[in-house]
């Protein structure tokens, strides 16, 4: 929402991270391999902005060369044997599943939110219930009894928000919105559970039923651009992307057209029939509030930053289990944080994916990815190929990066792990 700092929150400050040089005199050598779901045009141009600060290796350099010091290549490619002893910095961490994964991410929150009651993520997460396949038969009966239990309790919504007898389920790792599914009988849950003995997790919430609209009647979701660095500094892009939905919402209706009034996901409205148009259905919100006045500007700033502490409380609820979320001082990864919003602009968190595909966004927004992707060489590539850690504190903004939670960790350089030959 703000330019460069401009109108920030209180006591945030604009802070200048190009200021840096290799500290053995000789200039890092990178290699990016274009891929990444990543617009590679912007990714190149930033890079060669930083030509006095870096250089690309040579085409026969692999990242397992040391003198690599920074990879940026889709996850499988990653040299992960320099980064676990701390010689390369690359752009993902090596594990995160407690954040990317449904089931994984709803047991963190379910139990940070039992050990810290008070935390905003208490009115942030919808009532869930992990049901579980595995191997063991009786897991999968112990789940589904926790989840008949929650079906058939007797349900008083506050502020009449969430649906009494509609729930929506969804596979642990969701890919286009396959097998997502709204029910309201226990006996649809066993049938469609059953019916797919190759899903081994899947987490059921309860239903919003009540969601703000815009587009004249429609749902949406917002998506939040979130860059994580090092252990662990978090930024969120001050701008959100309202994913709206193909159709106009209607509460009551689930056949296959009503459903594409139901669930915002972007593959789930290039279903429709009647054709979907990205430049339309993805927006950026506070220029749509702006432009059509369907929600005041207060109101979206409240929501704003209630997601920036939502996003600040996630992390804190995912870093205390390291094999679940290893914020190793030398990564960094960008992740999507997915918020639905209620009629009192309270948002709930729905999911939260690694390394979001930008360039299905259209070509509409392209000055905000551009922010993005500038904004995430700024406080991470910079930073950590300087050597001298980020000092940066919460409130900081960074170009369109909002700092939201800043821990102090070890600094880079230093090995955190390393494979140990047992033979």
């Not at 617009?39 to 870096?54: G, I, T, W, Y």
């Not at 502490?309 to 290893?326: D, I, K, S, W």
Request: charged residues 25%; negative net charge; hydrophobic residues 40%.
């Amino acid at each position: 929402m703000t330019d460069g700092g401009e109108g920030a929150s209180a006591g945030a400050k604009e802070v200048d991270s190009m200021s840096h040089n290799s500290s053995e005199g000789r200039l890092p050598l990178y290699i990016h391999s274009g891929a990444c779901n990543y617009r590679h045009d912007l990714v190149e141009r930033c890079f060669s902005k930083r030509a006095s600060q870096m250089l690309r290796a040579p085409p026969d350099m692999r990242p397992s060369d040391p003198d690599v010091k920074l990879q940026w290549a889709e996850y499988e490619l990653i040299c992960w044997e320099r980064v676990l002893k701390g010689e390369l910095v690359c752009n993902a961490y090596p594990l995160r599943k407690n954040l990317i994964r449904k089931a994984n991410l709803a047991r963190c929150l379910n139990k940070y939110i039992s050990k810290t009651p008070k935390s905003p993520l208490a009115r942030a997460v919808p009532e869930s219930v992990i049901i579980s396949m595995d191997d063991d038969p009786s897991l999968l009966h112990w789940s589904l009894a926790d989840a008949r239990d929650a079906m058939e309790r007797p349900f008083a919504a506050e502020g009449g928000m969430f649906a009494a007898n509609r729930w929506i389920l969804k596979p642990s790792m969701l890919d286009r919105a396959e097998e997502l599914t709204i029910l309201s009988s226990y006996d649809e849950l066993t049938d469609i559970v059953q019916a797919n003995p190759e899903i081994q997790e899947w987490v059921l919430q309860r239903y919003l039923d009540h969601p703000l609209l815009i587009q004249h009647g429609r749902k949406f979701h917002l998506r939040a651009y979130v860059v994580a660095v090092g252990s662990l500094h978090v930024w969120v892009l001050d701008e959100l992307l309202a994913h709206v939905a193909a159709r106009p919402y209607p509460m009551h209706d689930l056949t296959q057209l009503g459903l594409l009034g139901h669930i915002t996901n972007l593959a789930y409205g290039e279903r429709d029939p009647l054709g979907y148009d990205v430049t339309r259905h993805m927006r950026p919100f506070f220029d749509d509030c702006m432009r059509h006045k369907e929600i005041r500007p207060e109101a979206a700033q409240a929501v704003f930053d209630r997601i920036k502490a939502l996003v600040a409380e996630t992390f804190r609820a995912v870093r205390g289990e390291f094999l679940g979320f290893t914020a190793l001082p030398n990564c960094f990864e960008l992740f999507a944080f997915d918020f639905l919003v209620d009629t009192q602009h309270q948002p709930y968190l729905l999911e939260v994916n690694a390394w979001p595909d930008v360039t299905v966004t259209g070509p509409h927004v392209r000055g905000m990815v551009a922010d993005l992707t500038e904004g995430i060489f700024r406080v991470a590539v910079d930073r950590l190929l300087g050597g001298g850690g980020i000092s940066l504190g919460e409130g900081c903004v960074v170009g369109k990066l909002h700092c939201v939670l800043s821990d102090s960790g070890p600094q880079w350089g230093a090995p955190n792990m390393a494979f140990v030959d047992t033979d």
